[in-house]
């Protein structure tokens, strides 16, 4: 920083952001841009909004799991985070030590485990079995909900970390002003601690969504013959059929697609919060 | 003039040169073989690799991929051609070589006494591994005095039922489905080249569908599902049986209506190492001695006919060209699926969706 002078800077940080957007440059615009070269032949795009086009189909299945992904994994991880902002010391290390470990396990072998659990064979069937609740192994693995289970696992932690980091720094005399001023412990929660924390769950929801959107090697191993995802679909292309174009294609219709929706529901919970986001301390 | 460098200095260069100096002085580039890893990959290093590197200097730097065709392209693409040796298999070479991206082999060098049988020596790619598709199951889940003999089975829930699994890709199982409609082997092709032929194999595959559990994309799945018993029957690469059956698992593979490939390695064009990439081909794949080596660690034939002079009839039994078994099944048809695989893919895709 010794190239530019104080004067500069103090005027006008946003010079700090220039190493992190060269990297996004080269890492991510150009290659972006090589891709959508593959990605212009129109009749590829009318092809995909015709009826009955099948990527379409997968395409909506994809969009739909990842809201239902990202919308459990942050009603799950609320809760947690809030805990976490309510435990101290030996307690709250550990709790943190629980959540953090598995995000340092493949998601390979974290996948693995759950075909283990949820088998016919498995853990769940087991302990099924042995308590008679049912006579015949029941069929959890290569399910929809195998699925949702295995990619909540695996999402989770993130969620709650991003959670926690928003929630640690709200100050607790808030919520105390709002009881001492009348407000049940219910209209404290939902019109001052929630609403301060809407941010960090809208953020942790949009990087949920947004992971969700890519997963392949999760669906493919525990999932069912119903649970073929767009990502599944544009490695075969890319890797077996070679259909570049076709590839190339899907994955902008993913990207715009994802970003529109993102951007909707954005503003959409905004709008829903505007009454207690708005006045007092943001 | 004063010496810029003291005498201690000199004298360690001069040290450090002559460590160096055997190495350099062969100029020995290494030979990048690609492969599909695993087991395979390791078999290779130590059967061919390591002797290969002791006899003649050059060192073979093994490397694991996914894919094959679209990683030779992409490095054609933009002219960074990191394998010396890649793996191609069936429609993989004929794509290839139209579209130049691989290397003619120079078969007086590597085979000048013909030793390698016919199908093995193609223009750009030698046939390194015949594999087989088939059917393993678990033999402890087929009903009481039922013998399983093959795909009529396999699509008969009623007689013979149990969560089955199959690849999810139309390659293969449409012949599979034809030979379970009565079918022969050996007139699958004929039959699937016509419209109508098409429509009887999806068709066929339609009363199947419901009763698949999972549509497997990665070659360990079968074997993981069927130790767990999570399926009872599945296609499999026949390779991966015995490591199972060694395990203690039921399992057998039936070799009836199963579908005999081609694994082959070719030298994509501008390979930095064409001269060690040949040496290295020949070193491995047109040594009986070597081959009958491999197969005793992996059920693979080859294509060198001598090989079986070296192998006890126990690990020749297991091998898919073995007189026992190469008459139950049929030959892949690699030309069928270059001109078709666009288009039965994208029936294949709506297919999996009705």
Same mark, same amino acid.
């Given at each position: 920083?010794?190239?530019?002078?104080?004067?500069? &800077?103090?005027?006008?940080?946003?010079? &700090?952001?220039?190493?992190?957007?060269?990297?996004?440059?080269?890492?991510?615009?150009?290659?972006?841009?090589?891709? =959508?070269?593959? =990605?212009?032949?129109?009749?590829?795009?009318?092809?995909?909004?015709?009826?009955?086009?099948?990527?379409?189909?997968?395409?909506?299945?994809?969009?739909?799991?990842?809201?239902?992904?990202?919308?459990?994994?942050?009603?799950?991880?609320?809760?947690?985070?809030?805990?976490?902002?309510?435990?101290?010391?030996?307690?709250?290390?550990?709790? &943190?030590?629980?959540?953090?470990?598995?995000?340092?396990?493949?998601?390979?072998? *974290?996948?693995?485990?759950?075909?283990?659990?949820?088998?016919?064979?498995?853990?769940?069937?087991?302990?099924?079995? @042995?308590?008679?609740?049912?006579?015949?192994?029941?069929?959890?693995?290569?399910?929809?909900?195998?699925?949702?289970? =295995?990619?909540?696992?695996?999402?989770?932690?993130?969620?709650?970390?991003?959670?926690?980091?928003?929630?640690?720094?709200?100050?607790?005399?808030?919520? /105390? @002003?709002?009881?001492?001023?009348?407000?049940?412990?219910?209209?404290?929660?939902?019109?001052?601690?929630?609403?301060?924390?809407?941010?960090?769950?809208?953020?942790?929801?949009?990087?949920?969504?947004?992971?969700?959107?890519?997963?392949?090697?999760?669906?493919?191993?525990?999932?069912?013959?119903?649970?073929?995802?767009?990502?599944?679909?544009?490695?075969?292309?890319?890797?077996?059929?070679?259909?570049?174009?076709?590839?190339?294609?899907?994955?902008?219709?993913?990207?715009?697609?994802?970003?529109?929706?993102? =951007?909707?529901?954005?503003?959409?919970? *905004? /709008?829903?919060?505007?009454?207690?986001?708005?006045?007092?301390? /943001? | 003039?004063?010496?810029?460098?003291?005498?201690?200095? #000199?004298?360690?260069?001069?040290?450090?040169?002559?460590?160096?100096?055997?190495?350099?002085?062969?100029?020995?580039?290494? +030979?990048?073989?690609?492969?599909?890893?695993?087991?395979?990959?390791?078999?290779?290093?130590?059967?061919? !690799?390591?002797?290969?590197?002791?006899?003649? !200097?050059?060192?073979?730097?093994?490397?694991?991929?996914?894919?094959?065709?679209?990683?030779?392209?992409?490095?054609?693409?933009?002219?960074?051609?990191?394998?010396?040796?890649? %793996?191609?298999?069936?429609?993989?070479?004929?794509?290839?070589?139209?579209?130049?991206?691989?290397? %003619?082999?120079?078969?007086?060098?590597?085979?000048?006494?013909?030793?390698?049988?016919?199908?093995?020596?193609?223009?750009?790619?030698?046939?390194?591994?015949?594999?087989?598709?088939?059917?393993?199951?678990?033999?402890?889940?087929? %009903?009481?005095?039922?013998?399983?003999?093959?795909?009529?089975?396999?699509?008969?829930?009623?007689?013979?039922?149990?969560?089955?699994?199959?690849?999810?890709?139309?390659?293969?199982?449409?012949?599979?489905?034809?030979?379970?409609?009565?079918?022969?082997?050996?007139?699958?092709?004929?039959?699937?080249?016509?419209?109508?032929?098409?429509?009887?194999?999806?068709?066929?595959?339609?009363?199947?569908?419901?009763?698949?559990? +999972?549509?497997?994309?990665?070659?360990?799945?079968?074997?993981?599902?069927?130790?767990?018993?999570?399926?009872?029957?599945?296609?499999?690469?026949?390779?991966?049986?015995?490591? #199972?059956?060694?395990?203690?698992?039921?399992?057998?593979?039936?070799?009836?209506?199963?579908?005999?490939?081609?694994?082959?390695?070719?030298?994509?064009?501008?390979?930095?190492?064409?001269?060690?990439?040949?040496?290295?081909?020949?070193?491995?794949?047109?040594?009986?001695?070597?081959?009958?080596?491999?197969?005793?660690?992996? %059920?693979?034939?080859?294509?060198?006919?001598?090989?079986?002079?070296?192998?006890?009839?126990?690990?020749?039994?297991?091998?898919?060209?073995?007189?026992?078994?190469?008459?139950?099944?049929?030959?892949?048809?690699?030309?069928?699926?270059?001109?078709?695989?666009?288009?039965?893919?994208?029936?294949?895709?709506?297919?999996?969706?009705?």
């Amino acid at each position: 920083m010794g190239l530019m002078p104080p004067s500069l &800077l103090r005027r006008s940080p946003v010079w &700090l952001l220039v190493p992190a957007l060269l990297f996004m440059a080269v890492g991510f615009v150009i290659p972006l841009g090589e891709v =959508a070269q593959w =990605a212009t032949t129109l009749d590829l795009y009318t092809q995909f909004f015709l009826p009955g086009d099948p990527y379409r189909h997968i395409m909506i299945d994809t969009f739909t799991l990842s809201v239902g992904v990202a919308l459990l994994t942050v009603t799950l991880a609320y809760p947690v985070a809030y805990y976490l902002t309510r435990t101290r010391g030996v307690s709250q290390k550990l709790l &943190l030590i629980a959540i953090l470990t598995p995000l340092w396990v493949s998601v390979l072998i *974290r996948t693995y485990g759950w075909i283990v659990v949820l088998g016919r064979t498995g853990v769940v069937n087991t302990f099924l079995l @042995a308590i008679n609740a049912t006579d015949q192994p029941v069929q959890l693995l290569y399910t929809r909900f195998a699925v949702y289970v =295995a990619m909540i696992q695996v999402l989770l932690p993130i969620a709650v970390l991003m959670l926690y980091s928003a929630m640690a720094s709200i100050n607790d005399t808030f919520v /105390k @002003a709002a009881r001492s001023l009348g407000a049940s412990p219910v209209n404290a929660f939902r019109h001052v601690f929630f609403p301060m924390t809407a941010n960090a769950v809208i953020a942790s929801g949009i990087l949920v969504f947004v992971l969700s959107l890519g997963f392949f090697i999760t669906p493919a191993l525990v999932g069912g013959p119903n649970d073929v995802l767009i990502s599944n679909v544009i490695q075969t292309q890319v890797n077996e059929t070679m259909d570049w174009e076709l590839a190339a294609t899907l994955s902008v219709i993913l990207l715009v697609g994802g970003g529109l929706l993102v =951007a909707v529901l954005v503003a959409f919970v *905004r /709008k829903a919060l505007q009454a207690d986001l708005s006045g007092g301390v /943001k | 003039m004063k010496l810029k460098f003291s005498s201690r200095q #000199l004298s360690c260069g001069f040290i450090v040169a002559m460590a160096i100096a055997p190495g350099a002085a062969k100029a020995n580039d290494p +030979v990048v073989f690609a492969s599909y890893g695993g087991v395979w990959a390791d078999t290779i290093k130590e059967v061919c !690799g390591v002797p290969f590197e002791k006899e003649t !200097g050059i060192p073979v730097h093994t490397v694991a991929t996914d894919n094959s065709i679209a990683q030779i392209r992409i490095q054609q693409m933009t002219k960074n051609v990191q394998w010396d040796i890649a %793996p191609t298999e069936g429609d993989a070479v004929i794509i290839a070589t139209e579209n130049d991206w691989l290397e %003619p082999l120079d078969w007086d060098y590597i085979d000048p006494e013909k030793k390698i049988a016919d199908v093995g020596r193609m223009p750009t790619a030698i046939g390194a591994v015949a594999y087989s598709v088939a059917i393993a199951y678990r033999t402890d889940k087929v %009903p009481e005095g039922k013998t399983f003999t093959g795909w009529k089975d396999f699509w008969n829930v009623k007689e013979f039922p149990g969560p089955r699994s199959l690849r999810n890709t139309p390659v293969e199982n449409l012949e599979f489905a034809l030979i379970a409609d009565g079918v022969a082997p050996a007139q699958v092709y004929d039959v699937l080249d016509t419209k109508e032929g098409m429509d009887r194999a999806f068709k066929k595959m339609d009363e199947i569908k419901e009763h698949i559990t +999972v549509w497997w994309s990665s070659g360990q799945q079968p074997p993981q599902m069927l130790a767990t018993g999570n399926v009872y029957y599945a296609t499999t690469f026949n390779g991966r049986v015995s490591p #199972l059956q060694a395990e203690g698992v039921p399992v057998d593979i039936s070799w009836n209506g199963a579908a005999i490939e081609m694994s082959n390695y070719s030298i994509p064009r501008h390979a930095k190492n064409k001269e060690g990439a040949l040496k290295f081909i020949k070193f491995c794949w047109n040594d009986p001695k070597r081959l009958a080596e491999i197969a005793k660690k992996l %059920p693979y034939s080859s294509f060198n006919n001598e090989m079986y002079q070296y192998l006890d009839d126990e690990y020749a039994r297991k091998l898919p060209t073995h007189p026992q078994n190469v008459d139950k099944q049929f030959n892949y048809n690699a030309e069928f699926w270059a001109k078709n695989r666009k288009q039965v893919q994208a029936r294949w895709d709506r297919w999996r969706l009705q």
